[in-house]
């Protein structure tokens, strides 16, 4: 019986020694499944279950691109191959030639990720792109907030900061701005407000909108006028295509205003009105060929025909950032202008608290 122990373990001991380890497009699986599962246990807040995923995702990424690093390095290294030069096509090309699959199968894999355009055709460059892609700013991101949940806000904070440090290997760039958003978020849970601006406006760096200075002036001073029209010319001549910027500009607004920066708090309010509404007006117009916009009322009018562009609306706070730009306009002195908006809002507004409110700040009005 001894033996036969013996033998047994011997011999699953030699399987184990000789067992092949796992591709680096096996590995590439691990990952993906590790982060998969990691999310699906983050939703199901099993938080300790999708820290383990997450990390055993990161740690499979590394294994792969080291192995891929590896693969390349060695077939990069054969004199035919070196003499293709820096350029990603002469070298598949030689690759092909020289039935080199794995190789072929790791540079087609990131070429398909970012294009030969991203990468100027320079093996150099895709190679400083792996590099990268050790890192994985989607499971660190998780981790980031499986901690900010927990409490743990430096964990959280750090974390954040690596997944944002390595945005650039990304698969969905524009995640990039859901972690300042939670960046911002971890300063404002802090009571850090300065710090909480910065991230904020961190997220603006390429903001479109709000780098035209003649597109804000001229916002400003439609309202500024104060005449009768004013509000129908805000609405008829300015858009803003800058949609994930909105919970910033509207985050700004209220921070602004609170610190008693009235000034920036006016801009901030008609960047968040003014992008809600572009949004919601291409949308419009791409179910309804027919529709153009004549007046708000008209505008508010065929919103409420759809029901998943109101719940959006009400999701991404329009309602009260209509109310908001409104209040302020009046604080301002710009009643004319924050009047002919509200009337509007008590009459057309779909979501009843925000209908209230207006209700309330015309009363305040004197109306």
């Not at 590439?28 to 938080?47: I, K, Q, T, V």
């Not at 607004?253 to 003014?274: C, H, N, R, W």
């Not at 009047?339 to 015309?362: D, F, M, N």
């Amino acid at each position: 019986m001894k033996k036969l122990i013996v033998f047994t373990f011997s011999f699953l001991f030699s399987i184990s020694l000789f067992a092949a380890a796992p591709t680096a497009a096996e590995l590439a699986a691990l990952s993906l499944d590790a982060y998969r599962n990691a999310l699906y246990s983050f939703d199901s807040m099993d938080y300790g279950k999708a820290l383990k995923y997450s990390e055993d995702a990161i740690l499979y990424r590394r294994q792969q691109v080291e192995k891929e690093k590896q693969i390349l390095k060695d077939s990069l290294s054969a004199k035919r191959v070196r003499e293709a030069g820096d350029s990603i096509i002469a070298v598949l090309d030689v690759l092909k030639d020289r039935k080199e699959k794995e190789s072929l199968r790791i540079i087609n894999t990131y070429l398909k990720k970012k294009s030969i355009d991203y990468f100027d055709n320079s093996v150099v460059k895709l190679r400083e792109y792996m590099n990268s892609m050790i890192h994985y700013p989607e499971a660190h991101k998780l981790i980031g907030d499986i901690y900010r949940l927990e409490g743990e806000y430096k964990f959280a904070e750090d974390y954040y900061l690596l997944a944002l440090t390595n945005s650039n290997v990304l698969d969905v760039p524009d995640e990039k701005y859901e972690i300042l958003y939670m960046l911002a978020e971890i300063s404002r849970l802090q009571n850090d407000y300065p710090k909480m601006e910065v991230r904020l406006l961190n997220i603006l760096v390429d903001d479109k909108a709000y780098k035209d200075k003649a597109l804000n002036q001229s916002m400003l001073h439609t309202i500024q006028s104060n005449k009768i029209d004013s509000m129908e010319k805000f609405f008829t001549l300015y858009r803003a295509d800058s949609f994930y910027s909105m919970d910033a500009y509207t985050k700004l607004a209220d921070y602004y205003y609170s610190e008693g920066y009235t000034d920036k708090s006016v801009q901030f309010a008609a960047l968040a009105v003014i992008c809600g509404f572009s949004k919601i007006s291409d949308t419009i117009e791409g179910r309804n060929s027919n529709y153009e916009y004549t007046n708000l009322a008209g505008f508010f009018d065929e919103l409420i025909l759809y029901d998943d562009i109101e719940k959006w609306a009400e999701k991404n706070l329009l309602w009260k950032n209509f109310n908001f730009l409104a209040k302020i306009a009046y604080e301002e002195g710009y009643d004319v202008f924050a009047r002919s908006l509200l009337t509007v809002l008590v009459r057309w507004t779909p979501e009843k608290y925000w209908q209230k409110e207006a209700v309330l700040l015309l009363e305040k009005m004197g109306l």
